[in-house]
Nanobody
């Protein structure tokens, strides 16, 4: 499984970015997916998760009103739409994949995921 995250960049407060994570060498629909982020000097933290078929999603409370997680299984792509960004969102964002037989399940901790992308940097300045 290979995961390639992209779409990061530098924006100012209130800006938006669209992150993508393209999977290869995998039947994408067999994997639940997640986004995590790691801010400078901090531990990696969970951002959001989506089930295999995209019917079930979850975003943490500090982003749920600003971010949207989605996936396109036909394009083997996971997405994270980020609106109204603030400096606290500055981090390297990672996508992760979890092989699961359960179509509707989501996963919330790092240790549950099997594969990780390389990360894409998001920088938000005030």
């Amino acid at each position: 499984v290979q995961l390639q995250a992209s779409g990061g960049g530098a924006v100012t407060t209130g800006g938006s970015l669209n992150l993508s994570c393209e999977a290869s060498k995998v039947v994408f629909g067999n994997y639940a997916m997640g986004w995590f982020r790691q801010a400078p000097g901090k531990q990696r933290e969970f951002v959001g998760a989506i089930s295999r078929d995209g019917s079930s999603t979850y975003l943490t409370v500090w982003v749920k009103d600003r971010f949207t997680i989605s996936r396109d299984n036909a394009e083997n792509t996971l997405r994270l739409r980020m609106n109204n960004l603030n400096p606290e969102d500055t981090a390297v964002y990672y996508c992760a994949a979890k092989l699961t037989p359960h179509i509707g399940n989501r996963f919330f901790t790092e240790r549950e995921y099997d594969f990780w992308g390389q990360g894409t940097l998001v920088t938000v300045s005030s």
